[in-house]
């Protein structure tokens, strides 16, 4: 879960503010996946947790920014077909 405490996250913030393109947003992803690996160890319980932890900021980001959006374009263009269509 992304939702660490205000002091943890103030530290974080600065070293992540310069990211302005998706080159630099998987080459920092994929330093800091590194980054736990060595300092875990390059064995299967440390990959299993690294792939959860990507694989659960995916889901949360789909949870709170993708589908309200895909929500929103739904309203303003319409169903795609009766299957997705509000029940009442």
């Not at 690996?37 to 947790?49: A, P, S, T």
């Not at 694989?55 to 303003?76: D, F, G, M, S």
Request: net charge positive.
């Amino acid at each position: 879960m992304p939702y660490i405490n205000k002091q943890c996250r103030q530290h974080i913030d600065l070293l992540v503010s310069d990211i302005n393109n998706p080159g630099v947003l998987n080459y920092v992803i994929t330093k800091i996946v590194h980054k736990y690996i060595q300092d875990f160890g390059l064995r299967y319980q440390v990959l299993n947790e690294v792939i959860g932890v990507l694989e659960c900021a995916k889901l949360e980001l789909y949870r709170t920014i993708a589908a309200p959006y895909e929500n929103i374009k739904k309203v303003e263009n319409g169903s795609v077909s009766e299957l997705d269509k509000e029940k009442k």
